[in-house]
């Protein structure tokens, strides 16, 4: 009974479906070309682990880390297009045809999978001239702001600081405007408004303000590169003045949360000092039975009055 049923199960697995050139298409065959591209896909993650291990405690030769994580991912995706080719030739595709395939993906490519394809180039682009890397802190074009987190070949994923994922097609990074934070330094300049009365001191000002900023931990504080303070505009009710600092990365990747914490310091010690910030001021005038308003000198308004009051 047994030998009877492996002798059928045998026959079944082993019967033809159809054939692909000389090749006949059976289970035992199907289920090999699986073996193949799992083992493939195995030995291709095993491989980029390894090569990383190898790269972090190389001695000679230091990567960095978004080298390796470049070179590594590329070395994987070689091996995952040769175990495609190598379950093809198994399953009995004459790879001679390939022209053909070509031709029949180029027409495919222009009828719809153009952006599939697009992405893919990109992605090998974006690892090859390393333009961008794990760790980077991008503004998109499309308002997308945040962390690069992880590299792939046909999408990027970006965490912004609200801890929100964003999946990123790779060829808006090579079409669109992408402004990298921290591509090369990874300091950063910020600048920081804020207003004061008029009449104030203004060197009171700039020394109040930058001991501010000194409080904030990660600001620069080098030769050439130090906190300071300008002047840059008369505002209708303050003298506007601009914060100027050096930040690491820290503080520059996550610009919002820093901006709030020198404003904090700021009119903290704008109080400590009793320098004034100014509230909006408008005028009034009383001429000849009429109200003008005067919005810092900008507009007025006039009401007639009637009788022996003002409406």
């Known amino acids: 009974m047994d030998g009877s049923f492996s ?11 159809f054939r692909l050139g000389n090749t006949d298409i059976t ?16 030995f291709a993650s095993l491989l980029e682990r390894g090569l990383r291990q190898v790269a972090r405690a190389g001695k000679k030769v230091k990567l960095s880390e978004s080298a390796v994580y470049a070179l590594t991912r ?11 080719i190598v379950g093809l030739s198994y399953l009995g595709f004459d790879l001679a045809s390939l022209a053909i395939l070509g031709g029949a993906m180029g027409v495919g490519i222009g009828f719809g999978l153009q952006n599939i394809f697009s992405n893919l180039v990109s992605g090998i682009l974006i690892l090859v001239e390393k333009t961008l890397k794990l760790g980077d802190f991008v503004d998109l074009q499309s308002g997308v702001v945040g962390k690069v987190t992880e590299i792939g070949l046909r999408y990027t ?4 600081n609200d801890n929100v994922d964003v999946i990123v097609p790779n060829s808006e990074f090579i079409n669109g405007r992408v402004t990298n934070w921290t591509l090369d330094d990874h300091l950063r300049r910020l600048h920081i408004p804020f207003g004061v009365a008029y009449g104030t001191d203004k060197e009171l000002v700039r020394s109040a303000v930058t001991a501010a900023a000194r409080e904030v931990v990660g600001t620069i504080d080098l030769p050439g590169r130090g906190p300071d303070v300008w002047l840059v505009n008369f505002g209708e009710s303050s ?16 610009p919002g949360r820093t901006h709030a914490r020198y404003l904090w310091e700021i009119e903290t010690a704008l109080g400590k000092a009793g320098i004034e910030i100014p509230f909006p001021q408008r005028d009034l005038h009383v001429r000849s039975g009429r109200l003008t308003v005067d919005l810092a000198g900008a507009s007025s308004a006039a009401v007639q009055s009637k009788d022996a009051g003002l409406e």
């Open 27 to 42: 289970l035992l065959r199907v289920i090999g070309l699986v073996v193949i591209l799992f083992f493939f896909w195995w």
């Open 7 to 17: 002798s059928q199960l045998l026959e079944w697995s082993t019967r033809s479906w």
């Open 74 to 84: 590329i070395v994987r995706y070689l091996v995952w297009i040769v175990g495609s």
């Open 157 to 160: 994923r970006v965490t912004t």
């Open 239 to 254: 003298l506007d003045f601009e914060l100027v600092v050096w930040v690491g990365q820290d503080l520059a990747m996550s």
